[in-house]
Nanobody, 125 residues
Framework: VQLVESGGGLVQAGGSLRLSCAVS????????MGWFRQAPGKEREFVSA????????SYADSVKGRFIISRDNAKNTVYLQMNSLKPEDTAVYYC???????????????????WGQGTQVTVSS
């Protein structure tokens, strides 16, 4: 199973980016997917998750109302639309797939068995 993130980059505060996570080696249609991020000197933290069916989404308080997670099972891809970006959103963003089928989309990284390599997002002030 391989997860490959893309779409990161440098953006000014207030701008937008759309991250993509392309998955191979496993159909994501039965699995919850999540996004996490890690800023320099900080622990990895939960950003957002979507359940296996796509009908339930969850967000960290820090991104609620600004980020939107979505999935396209036909393309085996998960997205994170990031709007109104702030300098504190600067981090490496990781896509992850829950290990077990039919998950609800956990905020705990322990339930995710497959991870991408990360994509850097830098927001300048």
């Amino acid at each position: 199973v391989q997860l490959v993130e893309s779409g990161g980059g440098l953006v000014q505060a207030g701008g937008s980016l759309r991250l993509s996570c392309a998955v191979s080696g496993r159909s994501i249609s039965s699995y919850a997917m999540g996004w996490f991020r890690q800023a320099p000197g900080k622990e990895r933290e939960f950003v957002s998750a979507i359940n296996w069916g796509g009908g339930s989404r969850s967000y960290a308080d820090s991104v609620k109302g600004r980020f939107i997670i979505s999935r396209d099972n036909a393309k085996n891809t998960v997205y994170l639309q990031m709007n109104s970006l702030k300098p504190e959103d600067t981090a490496v963003y990781y896509c992850a797939s829950e290990t077990s089928r039919y998950g609800s989309g956990s905020s705990s990284s322990r339930l995710y068995g497959y991870w991408g390599q990360g994509t850097q997002v830098t927001v300048s002030s």
